[in-house]
């Protein structure tokens, strides 16, 4: 058990602290890209398009444009960014 050393508790809070942070407070958590090879210049809505195939945004309202159009899951797919590569504030600084 992790909480009998002192020395193995702090490592365990910190360890399990940057997880949590690279999960909720990442500045690409909030961006959803979805990508539509079959039909590269798709509109779904007012003011929503796919570019070159590619949709990057960051509005939830658009986020849920997409997921209910007609063709999400069969041309229209979510992309996932693995964030747990990407480098996080304690890695820049060193800790």
Known sequence: MPFKNPAKRRQYHRTYKRMWRQRTAHP????????????????????????????????????????????????IFPLVIDRTSLPTKDDAEGK
């Open 28 to 75: 690409l958590s909030k961006f959803r890209v979805f990508i539509c090879p079959h039909i590269p210049f798709l509109r779904v809505g007012p003011g929503i398009s796919f570019e070159n195939g590619l949709l990057v945004t960051d509005c939830p309202e658009s986020h849920r444009m997409v997921e209910v159009h007609s063709e999400f899951g069969r041309r």
